[in-house]
């Protein structure tokens, strides 16, 4: 991304904090910290699909991508129209596919795709402003989703969506990123 690209996608991300502060938890976007500790635990040399749910200004997005192998496949889905513009701007990679929809929807889109099941899928959405029964259905959609071997790697700001994975994954660790802000929890749940 060039130098004019990083400051619109800063200026976007703290806009539209300030518009939606419920849907995104932060001002800024996840440090290089939180951004790392996820990385390291996708093994690169297996990942063909992967996926993000909550991408925002895609400082996250443009890791995976930088990481993943030639012919692997990532799909983002985003609600927000801004970051959903921004992203299909910003980031011209053909691996890429933008979703503008929910996440609940995982399934149907990778079969749409003909990508079959995801092998690691990275969310950053809140799941502690949620309405009822939302991040129950996305939890649930998400495990389907994953093949065996599966990951899904969640970063919380809260201890909320614990009571989600507990349904849907018996292999659950959880980890704290201080550097961050807000300081985060991860959750790396195996299939």
Not at 69 to 76: F, H, I, K, T
Not at 112 to 134: K, N, R, Y
Not at 144 to 149: D, V, Y
Not at 163 to 174: C, G, S
Request: net charge positive; aromatic share 10%.
């Amino acid at each position: 991304m060039t130098r004019a690209t990083r400051r619109r996608q800063v200026i976007l991300f703290a806009r539209n904090f300030f518009k939606h502060p419920r849907m995104l938890g932060s001002i800024i976007p996840s440090s290089r910290f939180l951004v790392h500790d996820l990385m390291r635990q996708v093994d690169w040399q297996r990942a063909k699909v992967l996926v993000e749910y909550g991408p925002g200004v895609g400082n996250i997005t443009t890791e995976v991508l930088r990481r993943m192998r030639p012919d692997a496949r990532m799909v983002v889905f985003e609600t927000n129209d801004e970051f959903v513009e921004f992203l299909r701007e910003a980031i011209p990679d053909p691996r890429l596919t933008v979703v503008h929809g929910s996440a609940a929807d995982v399934g149907r889109v990778l079969g749409e795709l003909g990508l079959g099941q995801a092998d690691c899928v990275i969310s950053g959405i809140p799941f502690s402003t949620m309405p009822p029964g939302v991040g129950e259905a996305i939890v649930r959609s998400t495990r389907e989703a994953l093949r065996p071997g599966g990951r899904f790697l969640v970063y919380q700001f809260s201890r909320e969506v614990m009571r989600f994975l507990r349904r849907e994954f018996d292999e659950i660790r959880e980890a704290f990123e201080p550097f961050n802000i807000l300081p985060a929890r991860l959750y790396y749940c195996s299939v």
